[in-house]
């Protein structure tokens, strides 16, 4: 089975010209995100600057990414890898509380890694996921 990439429009045909890389792949039923971080996703730029709003965003561009690659969302997230250049105990309220919330009906896997920077200076985390669409 072929993969099939994806990228949403705004940012991520942006990224998909500038950057050369694409915001989803799908291979047969298991759909794979680039990392997201929380930027606005039609601009790529307007990040919160609030660190909870940020996460939130970040969290809103993962469910964009598996649809755009024709996945139901969150619902279907069984892996998650996020980077986070501040990681205290604020940001990880944030994240569970965005987990519980995103993902109210099971608990995925999860690694969380504390970074010197990320691709933009701007960003402060950023969030990669695994999804089956069953």
């Known amino acids: ?3 099939q990439f ?5 940012y991520g045909q942006t990224a998909r010209e500038s950057a050369y890389y694409s915001q989803a792949v799908r291979i047969g039923n298991r759909i794979e995100c680039a990392g997201q971080g929380g930027w606005n996703p039609a601009t790529g730029s307007d990040y919160s600057p609030d660190l909870s ?4 965003q970040a969290f809103e561009n993962v469910e964009l990414a598996i649809r ?16 986070h250049v501040v990681l205290n105990d604020e940001v990880f309220a944030a994240m ?7 993902i109210p009906d099971h608990q995925p896997i999860w690694t969380c890694i504390g970074v010197a920077k990320l691709a933009y200076p701007e960003m402060r985390v950023e ?4 999804a089956l669409d069953e």
């Not at 709003?53 to 939130?56: L, P, V, Y």
């Not at 969030?127 to 695994?130: C, D, L, Q, S, T």
Request: aromatic fraction near 16%; charged fraction near 20%.
């Open 53 to 56: 709003g940020e996460i939130d």
């Open 68 to 83: 755009t690659a024709g996945g139901k969302g969150w619902s279907q997230v069984f892996r998650v890898t996020t980077y």
């Open 127 to 130: 969030i990669e996921v695994a």
């Open 1 to 3: 089975m072929p993969a």
């Open 6 to 10: 994806f990228a949403y429009d705004g």
């Open 96 to 102: 569970v509380r965005n987990l519980k919330a995103w």
